[in-house]
């Protein structure tokens, strides 16, 4: 079992930065993919960026490469997400998801957070 919780998000301007946290809680955490999903009003939700259990491998989507990071800190049961030069389609709401695979697939993770809303505005 892994329980998860987001924060950080917020209200942003267009080209600025945001840090999402997600603190995890179980005994399974450090052997867990982690990965990072977005879904916008109207839209399906999507896949931002994934981690693996050790933090030696990720996946980031196209849309988001070059901007967005993700990073963990197993000794802190804590995964990140470093958002930069944000854009008003970046706007959604952040959700953390773990799981067994590293996997850019939605319905691979089994644990997911409640999310974190971020909003970029123009």
């Known amino acids: 079992q892994v329980q998860l919780v987001e924060s950080g998000g917020e209200l942003v301007q267009a080209g600025g930065s945001l840090r999402l946290s997600c603190a995890a809680s179980?005994?399974?955490?450090?052997?867990?993919?982690m990965g990072w999903f977005r879904q916008a009003p109207g839209k399906e939700r999507e896949f931002v960026v994934a981690?693996?259990?050790?933090?030696?491998?990720?996946y980031t989507a196209d849309s988001v490469k070059g901007r967005f990071t993700i990073s963990r800190d197993n000794a802190k049961r804590t995964v990140y997400l470093q958002m930069n030069s944000l854009k008003p389609e970046d706007t959604a709401v952040y959700y953390c998801?773990?799981?067994?695979?590293?996997?850019?697939?939605?319905?691979?993770?089994?644990?997911w957070g409640q999310g974190t809303q971020v909003t970029v505005s123009s």
């Open positions: 981690i693996s259990w050790s933090g030696g491998y990720t």
């Open positions: 998801a773990a799981g067994d695979l590293l996997t850019r697939n939605s319905h691979d993770y089994t644990y």
């Open positions: 179980g005994r399974s955490f450090s052997r867990a993919a």
